[in-house]
């Protein structure tokens, strides 16, 4: 019988492994330390808890921890790895590293339903949600643990679920991986190091925003409705009006962060009629916009815009007061930039 894995449980399930073993209360908030704080590999890394009690765990349970299958590295210095799922498809996640800071990407989908014209990601299609496990163990195994001992690799200081699939289209696996990087029993991190990126989906967008203080990203694009129902399908069942009716009702002033993404295409979102449109979604709201060059994909009649349409558009979003910046492209010689993802190595 295939053994139960360990990672993605919260406390209270760890301390109800410790209890069908017949353990104390406490020694499932030592599991929780081993495998999400100190991030274990094994049972025997566990040097707190008697050879009995694992010896028990072994015969029933597994960590559940999976190396990634290749890794593909930038000339940037960004490095794509590639896991294994039980679908047959794989999923990536990018780790970028910069100066003293390290970033990873996380994927929460093998696919994505949302199929966004401009996306090589929603061109595959969906194929599965991944479980709580598959996305905590993303973020326990880049870097590396040997890497950042060595240094070679800097540990990670931020993640962003903006890799494969629509985050609030798995809510349940991606607010509990939230819960295990946040929980004093997890990893403790602030929330202020997490950003989960949507396309606006409601009303997961709206619980996320009730339960978690995590960072949020939305992909805008074009405010142009009818442009972007063309481009974004999600647009016809989450009209990005109505989402930022639902944006509008929380407070984005002080340290939680609000940002709006942007791709820019040459002659088609790129111009001050844009631009105003854009700044009339926005309104009072205090955002940051993340201008971004489009990455070519195969199949996609589109072309990035020119640097000086992109420093034309930025100037003028600041000159109405809202802070606009150009987002570095990374990794992309690897196809690990934005809207790239695909597994195309299997």
């Known amino acids: ?5 360990l990672i993605g449980m919260n406390l209270a399930e760890l301390q109800d492994v410790a209890y069908k073993g017949g353990m104390p ?3 499932g908030k030592q599991l929780a330390e081993w495998i999400y704080a100190k991030g274990a590999e094994s049972f025997d890394e566990m040097v707190n808890i008697s050879k009995k009690n694992k010896q028990w765990l072994t015969e029933h349970y597994d960590i559940g921890r999976e190396a ?10 960004t490095v794509k790895y590639l896991f294994a799922t039980p679908v047959g498809k794989g999923i990536e996640s990018v780790y970028i590293p910069e100066h003293d800071r390290a970033t990873l990407c996380v994927s929460s989908q093998v696919g994505c339903k949302m199929n966004c014209y401009f996306c090589a990601t929603g061109k595959m299609g969906f194929k599965a949600n991944l479980p709580a496990s598959a996305i905590i163990n993303q973020i326990l195994s880049i870097p590396p643990r040997q890497a950042v001992a060595e240094g070679r690799m800097n540990p990670l200081t931020n993640v962003v679920f903006m890799g494969m ?14 819960e295990i990087l946040t ?5 403790a991190w602030s929330p202020k190091r997490i950003t989960v990126s949507t396309v606006g989906k409601l009303p ?3 619980e996320l925003l009730d339960r978690t203080q995590v960072h949020v990203a939305v992909s805008v694009h074009t ?6 129902e063309s481009m974004m399908p999600a647009q016809k069942a989450f009209p990005i009006s109505s989402v930022m009716k639902c944006l509008s009702a929380y407070d984005f002033s002080h340290q939680r962060r609000l940002s709006l993404e942007y791709i820019m295409w040459r002659g088609v979102n790129d111009d001050i009629a844009h631009a105003d449109m854009l700044v009339k979604l926005i309104g009072n709201q205090p955002v940051r916009v993340n201008l971004i060059r489009f990455h070519a994909i195969p199949g996609v009649e589109l072309h990035p815009a020119s640097e000086e349409r992109m420093l034309m558009f930025r100037n003028y979003l ?5 802070t606009a910046t150009i987002r570095a492209s990374r990794g992309e010689d690897i196809e690990a930039a934005c809207g790239m993802l695909s597994t195309k190595k299997e």
Do not use: Y
């Not at 990634?68 to 210095?77: A, E, L």
């Not at 699939?165 to 939230?178: Q, S, Y």
């Not at 405010?223 to 972007?228: E, K, L, S, V």
């Open 1 to 5: 019988m295939e053994k139960i894995k």
């Open 25 to 27: 209360k406490f020694v």
């Open 68 to 77: 990634p299958v290749h890794q593909t590295r930038s000339t940037d210095g």
């Open 165 to 178: 699939g629509e985050p609030l289209d798995n809510f349940g696996a991606v607010e509990r991986v939230i």
């Open 183 to 187: 929980a004093p029993w997890g990893l």
């Open 204 to 206: 997961q967008l709206k």
């Open 223 to 228: 405010a142009d409705t009818a442009q972007r």
């Open 318 to 322: 600041n000159q109405k007061g809202i």
